[in-house]
């Protein structure tokens, strides 16, 4: 969005930091098509941003195009190869076609793989937590153990010196303290080796504590990168929300409805199918109906004009739907005064949002 923004701006485009960017990104696209500056400025810069690609084609045979693409498609560096090959004036329509089909797939792959990953993000987030109690409780007992060995340590040259002290003094005394004194040196003899022996059990056991402590840092760390993995995903939240839907419709915790749609008819343009009924539930028990659209891609362009001019109010899911479709919608509804309500996501969360809004705008008029 950045690089998008700049070539905005070089093309006289009036862009600043609250500017949307589907609305940015959908005007450059649109303004791509035409034979004028700002298509000139985007060719520009994306020919700048994969010049090593182009260059790479340019000293290559056209027969070896396809397996270039299925080594990047497989290394997962797509993006250069894929603007070399689009440009490239030996490229065929097949090969485009095939690249376009695979990176349109690839899309609904990743997002299908990512969903799998709440509930693990979830145990890992509660494996970090106990980890890091474990780690801090090692940490304790380390230090504990630390602070016994330096007070080993001080027992045991403090009794040293005072076994020296006292060999010096009795070595000044007659020699009929002999035996006496060779019993209390055995004495201490005995003492200094269990003093040895305990010291020997602690340094032991606080070499396994800082092994156990660094398999815990190391246990640890593991967990926070996959947690920080899980954390970019996001789409498999949107579950929560249609568990929760059902007890909606049973009318059990959930709050009374902000107002009525009395009968309203709405046209929900793009979206996933599969959503379908959920939003519909969703709308009726607001006292309204729901009329869908795809925005083209099964549906007929002519059929969307249709729906658009019997509907009260106009949904368009922009993550959803061709670009194309959405100005359309857009243009349309501006010129029609029609309320047209664009969601960031074709989620049930975001039609919800959405819907609440209409509800309490009507109630305060």
């Known amino acids: 969005m950045a690089e998008l923004r700049k070539v905005a701006r070089q093309s006289n485009y009036t862009v600043d930091a609250s500017t949307d960017d589907f609305l940015l990104h959908s005007h450059m696209v649109a303004e791509s098509a035409k034979r004028k500056r700002t298509a000139r400025n985007l060719q520009r810069m994306l020919d700048r941003k994969y010049h090593r690609w182009i260059q790479q084609l340019k000293g290559a045979d056209s027969k070896s195009f396809v397996p270039m693409w299925e080594q990047a498609l497989q290394g997962g560096d797509m993006a250069g190869l894929l603007w070399a090959l689009m440009t490239h004036p030996e490229t065929d329509g097949n090969l485009i076609t095939r690249v376009h089909q695979q990176v349109h797939m690839l899309s609904h792959i990743q997002g299908s793989e990512n969903r799998a990953d709440l509930h693990t993000r979830q145990q ?137 749609l009395d009968g309203q008819q709405l046209i929900y343009v793009g979206g ?30 002519a059929g969307l004009q249709n729906s658009l001019v019997s509907a009260d109010l106009v949904f368009c899911a922009i993550d959803c739907v061709s670009h194309d479709a959405c100005l359309k919608v857009k243009r349309y509804c501006k010129k029609h005064n029609k309320p047209f309500i664009p969601l960031r996501s074709s989620s049930l969360s975001a039609f919800s949002g959405g819907l609440r809004t209409v509800l309490e705008q009507n109630n305060n008029s």
């Open 272 to 301: 996933r199918s599969k959503m379908l009924p959920h939003l519909r539930a969703l709308t009726e028990a607001h006292n309204g109906q729901l009329i869908h659209h795809d925005g083209g891609l099964e549906d007929s362009r």
């Open 124 to 260: 890992l987030q509660s494996q970090v937590t106990e980890l890091q109690q474990k780690l801090d409780e090692s940490q304790i007992a380390q230090r504990q153990y630390q602070t016994q060995q330096e007070q080993l340590f001080q027992a045991q040259e403090k009794a040293l010196s005072a076994l020296r002290q006292q060999q010096e003094k009795q070595a000044e005394e007659p020699s009929d303290n002999i035996s006496h004194l060779k019993q209390q040196m055995r004495e201490k003899d005995k003492d200094y080796r269990q003093l040895l022996k305990r010291l020997e059990w602690t340094e032991n056991r606080l070499t396994q504590r800082e092994m156990r402590l660094t398999e815990l840092e190391q246990g640890l760390e593991g967990l926070k990168d996959q947690l920080q993995e899980a954390h970019l995903e996001r789409q498999a939240l949107e579950l929560n929300m249609i568990a929760l839907l059902p007890a909606a419709n049973n009318h059990s915790d959930i709050e009374e409805p902000i107002a009525s």
